[in-house]
């Protein structure tokens, strides 16, 4: 062999030892992965070959292992929604936002883990179950078609149990009812929604129910009047909770104008007292009746609508005074022909009213009417 072909097999020999030291260093080293930092999301279980932001939350990536990959223990406060078929979306949805802006674990729960179609359609999967959701430190029962939550056994237990537990139990709108159904507001002040406040008090007399709130904080038990009331009740929660001061950055960050000391209280209002009539079927209507006017405040209220019938005038006001008797309870005072037709009633809360009822033709329009209903409290 001659020294030119040693010194190439030698190069050979160096270079081929080396390749295959690299070769096995480069085997021996792990594959590094990598996560986004926790945000609770499902992306949290996504692992990706290279580092970068979450497609998905847009969270930063870090090397699965890492201490940032790694969620703390989660001790914040646990707040429970109730949700049902029927149930109303601002109901729920406004406290959920309220407690989750509060940096809350917040969570639906239901009898089923079948996803649940609200009051307007909308489609929720609750993430729990009666039996398997953590215990809350608030509850929150919403409302909306609460008819078939109200008379579920497994609903109502879940409600007593879990509020036997709870910092608080919070209802919103005729929650209250599911709350009531349960036997949580026995011997307790207690508000709903506007056109259920007398009827929660016909069907409950062990509740002091009132409808001049727009929540009533029981110090456990909070219930709020309907609707938006609940995120005013979600914020008092906090506010009792975490202080003033946290309660007004999260209305802050929501840009919501709160009020707590004072606050529109929509069961308060007049219009709360109007019977509920079908004017269609009681004038015997031919087409649509609208709504000219509809406004007032705690003391009087002004109905005005405007639609066709084949009845007269006085058939008319005939057909709405025996309605008025029958289905309202209110009592007719007699007055002259040419006066208005006149009531008189009281409310729950025994307060006396008075009302009255005219029908005028429209002008060059037959068989057409404008029919004014006004009820004021009475001095």
């Known amino acids: 062999m001659t020294p030119f072909t040693r010194n190439f097999a030698a190069a050979l020999i160096a270079l081929s030892l080396l390749g295959a030291a690299a070769y096995g260093a480069f085997a021996a080293a792990p594959a590094r992965h990598y996560v986004c930092v926790p945000c609770g999301l499902p992306c949290d279980a ?18 699965q292992g890492s ?36 940096n809350y674990d917040v969570f639906t729960v239901a009898a089923t883990p079948d996803p649940v179609t609200t009051a307007m359609g909308l489609t929720v ?17 919403p409302g909306g078609g609460v008819r078939g939550a109200q008379r579920d056994p497994a609903t109502l237990k879940y409600v007593a149990d879990a509020t036997a537990k709870t910092e608080h139990t919070m209802s919103v709108c005729n929650g209250s009812f599911i709350l009531a159904s349960a036997g949580v507001l026995d011997g307790l002040t207690a508000t709903s929604t506007y056109g259920n406040v007398a009827t929660l008090k016909a069907e409950f007399p062990k509740i002091k129910v009132v409808g001049n709130q727009r929540y009533v904080d029981n110090g456990k038990v909070i219930t709020t009047a309907g609707l938006s009331a609940g995120i005013d009740g979600a914020l008092h929660v906090v506010a009792v909770m975490q202080g003033d001061t946290a309660a007004r950055e999260v209305a802050l960050q929501e840009e919501y104008d709160w009020h707590p000391d ?69 009592t007719h005072v007699e007055s002259s022909a040419t006066d208005p037709a006149s009531w008189k009633f009281n409310d729950f809360d025994g307060h006396d009213w008075k009302g009255t009822l005219t029908v005028k033709p429209v002008q060059g329009a037959a068989r057409q009417y404008t029919v004014t209903l006004a009820i004021e409290r009475a001095s």
């Open 46 to 63: 996504t692992v990706f070959d290279k580092p970068g932001t979450c497609p998905q939350c847009g969270m930063a990536l870090v090397e």
């Open 67 to 102: 201490p940032e990959s790694i969620a703390a223990p989660d001790t914040r406060k646990k707040v429970g929604i109730l949700v049902f078929n029927g149930v109303e979306i601002i109901d729920y949805s406004g406290p959920y936002e309220v407690f989750g802006a509060a």
């Open 125 to 141: 999967v609750p993430r729990y179950t009666f039996a398997t959701a953590p215990q809350p430190d608030v509850l929150v029962v």
């Open 262 to 330: 004072a606050g529109y209280v929509r069961p308060s209002l007049a219009d709360r007292l109007l019977p509920h009539i079908d004017l269609d079927k009681t004038v015997e209507a031919v087409g649509k009746w609208d709504i000219v006017s509809n406004a007032g405040g705690a003391d009087r209220w002004r109905l005005v609508v405007k639609g066709g019938t084949r009845l007269s005038s006085s058939e008319v006001l005939t057909n709405l005074t025996r309605a008025f008797e029958s289905e309202a309870k209110w």
